[in-house]
């Protein structure tokens, strides 16, 4: 009696269907992880700005020598990202670096806006996007 073989695996053709199917799947998933990892950023680098303009305000009412408030007199722009009593107010002294740079020094301006009448507390992300979002909070 002649023994039959049994076939095991998969034919080329059916491996090549796989094949196919998992590139266009890729094809789709990838554009659509840049995007969402696009998104992310700009949304934790206006998170980091609100952190910045909260103690801003902070440093204005408190920042003075002995703890009093800063009071601006005339219209300026008082740029107090490298101000020690201001740093001080994040975790670990500094303020927090932007996402979407690839650097590890601080990508924030931090200033307080006086116009004779009204103050603004104004974060801006110091890098170049390539994106056309805009990082300025």
């Not at 975790?91 to 200033?111: F, I, M, R, V």
């Amino acid at each position: 009696m002649r023994k039959l073989m049994s076939k095991k695996g998969f034919t080329l053709v059916e491996l090549m269907i796989v094949v196919v199917i998992l590139g266009i799947l890729v094809a789709v998933a990838v554009p659509i992880f840049g995007a969402v990892t696009k998104n992310a950023r700009i949304k934790s680098c206006k998170s980091n700005q609100r952190v910045i303009k909260g103690n801003m305000e902070t440093f204005m009412m408190t920042g003075g020598t002995g703890g009093e408030a800063i009071t601006l007199t005339s219209a300026t722009t008082y740029d107090v990202s490298g101000e020690s009593s201001f740093t001080k107010l994040f975790d670990g002294g500094t303020l927090p670096k932007c996402p979407s740079a690839d650097s590890a020094t601080n990508n924030y301006n931090a200033q307080v806006v006086f116009d004779g009448t009204n103050t603004n507390y104004v974060a801006t992300c110091k890098i170049a996007t390539t994106d056309a979002e805009n990082h300025n909070g």
